[in-house]
């Protein structure tokens, strides 16, 4: 495959999976509810929806060719931004079943491949 070809690719389902995540924040609420830190103002609604609606920005800017560049730039500072909502859901988590414990942990290195995706889409990009 083309490198150029390549790239795109993965620009684009970078693009897909900040759609994915962010329709999410509107169809199921709830669950991005109770990971919101009580300590942000405002309720935990507000930051779910301010943040979906983030996301979904951030996949038309990563999708665009002409906004690609600052648009996973920003994705990369996001997944870093969040990252204290997966921590606050790993500790919520703790008394949870093995299963749900697991997968709560198992997002916070998540966040690690999640930053190094968006920096490499961005530094591909002219």
Known sequence: MEPNRSRARSA????ALLSLAG?????????YDAIVPRSLPGTPRQWTYA???AE???ATAV???RTRRLGSLAAAAFFIAVFPA???????FRDKSPKARALAYGRLPLQIPLVAWAW???KASP
């Open 12 to 15: 684009l389902a970078l693009a």
């Open 23 to 31: 329709a999410t924040h509107f169809t199921r609420p709830k669950y």
């Open 51 to 53: 943040s979906g609606a």
């Open 56 to 58: 979904l920005a951030l």
């Open 63 to 65: 999708a665009a060719p």
């Open 86 to 92: 997966n921590v606050k859901m790993a500790l919520d």
């Open 120 to 122: 490499k889409v961005a």
